[in-house]
């Protein structure tokens, strides 16, 4: 099983980046969490998009769903060149009707999850959990071969974090603003309350991301660890989590 960050920021992709995107692997099967503004170049870095076999989304916000529209187009082109004879599935939660049917087009089709509930894409175990967001959105907990990942996607902290984090061998957090700032009034998490949520689920390593266009981003990593001890990461293209299946 293994995890890469594709797109870390929030709102918008800086120079030659992207917003969130985070390739999920096993074997042969691999697929996307969100897809957001710039992820389907930075995506190329790593893999054919012909070899993709689903995309999962988090919620219909810009900064995670902004290239699914070419994806789409990549898809149609592929099947055109016979490189693709299956419909892309590209799964989300169906709060939102009309950005749903959205989701499928000529080679892809939409495929709602279970809100609050698991199911199994591709090799994996997959359970979800709504979070505060202004848009409907959702958390993943992602399990395969004991083995356990944990997307907050967008969200302020909220007490069921804790129990659906716990004991996660990695957990993926949003963290938009640096620690004393409001995050929940926008929907988002502060470096001090994702420090607090990885030492209370007992995770095993924690990646920041999502993360803000201002300050110095050294700032959140300091700010977490002075309440989570174990292993901290900044998000980056091409960081990489890996265990053996
Ligand atoms: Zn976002
Ligand atoms: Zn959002």
Same mark, same amino acid.
């Given at each position: 099983? #293994?995890? @890469?960050?594709?797109?870390? *920021?929030?709102?918008?992709? #800086?120079?030659? #980046?992207?917003?969130?995107?985070?390739?999920?692997? !096993?074997?042969?099967?691999?697929?996307? +969490?969100?897809?957001?503004?710039?992820?389907?170049? !930075?995506?190329?870095?790593?893999?054919?998009? =012909?070899?993709?076999?689903?995309?999962?989304?988090?919620?219909?916000?810009?900064?995670?769903?902004?290239?699914?529209?070419?994806?789409?187009?990549?898809?149609?082109?592929?099947?055109?060149?016979?490189?693709?004879?299956?419909?892309?599935? +590209?799964?989300?939660? /169906? =709060?939102?009707?009309?950005?749903?049917?959205?989701?499928?087009?000529?080679?892809?089709?939409?495929?709602?999850?279970?809100?609050?509930?698991?199911?199994?894409?591709?090799?994996?175990?997959?359970?979800?959990?709504?979070? @505060?967001?202004?848009?409907?959105?959702?958390?993943?907990?992602?399990?395969?071969?004991?083995?356990?990942?944990?997307?907050? &996607?967008?969200?302020?902290?909220?007490? #069921?974090?804790?129990?659906?984090?716990?004991?996660?061998?990695?957990? +993926?957090?949003?963290?938009?603003?640096?620690?004393?700032?409001?995050?929940?009034? &926008?929907?988002?998490?502060?470096?001090?309350?994702?420090? !607090?949520? &990885?030492? =209370?689920?007992?995770?095993?390593?924690? *990646?920041?991301?999502?993360?803000?266009?201002?300050?110095?981003? /050294?700032?959140?990593?300091?700010?977490?660890?002075?309440?989570?001890?174990? @292993?901290?990461?900044?998000?980056?293209?091409?960081?990489? *989590?890996?265990?053996?299946?």
């Amino acid at each position: 099983m #293994e995890v @890469k960050v594709i797109g870390f *920021w929030g709102a918008y992709p #800086e120079k030659n #980046e992207a917003t969130s995107c985070y390739l999920l692997k !096993r074997g042969d099967y691999q697929l996307v +969490i969100d897809l957001g503004s710039g992820a389907l170049s !930075r995506l190329q870095n790593y893999i054919n998009l =012909k070899d993709l076999d689903a995309v999962v989304l988090s919620h219909f916000h810009n900064d995670h769903i902004a290239d699914v529209g070419s994806l789409q187009y990549a898809c149609l082109v592929e099947e055109q060149l016979k490189q693709r004879s299956n419909k892309l599935p +590209i799964y989300s939660h /169906q =709060k939102d009707p009309q950005a749903f049917q959205q989701l499928t087009h000529q080679a892809t089709v939409g495929r709602a999850y279970q809100a609050n509930g698991s199911q199994t894409i591709g090799p994996f175990n997959f359970t979800f959990l709504a979070t @505060k967001h202004p848009k409907h959105c959702y958390a993943m907990r992602i399990e395969l071969d004991g083995l356990t990942v944990v997307y907050t &996607a967008d969200t302020s902290y909220f007490e #069921e974090l804790d129990t659906f984090s716990k004991g996660a061998d990695l957990l +993926i957090a949003e963290t938009s603003f640096y620690k004393g700032m409001n995050g929940k009034s &926008a929907g988002h998490m502060t470096s001090e309350e994702v420090g !607090r949520l &990885a030492t =209370k689920a007992g995770v095993k390593e924690l *990646w920041l991301t999502h993360l803000p266009h201002f300050g110095d981003h /050294q700032q959140l990593l300091s700010e977490a660890a002075e309440h989570f001890t174990g @292993k901290i990461e900044l998000a980056h293209e091409g960081l990489t *989590w890996a265990r053996k299946d």
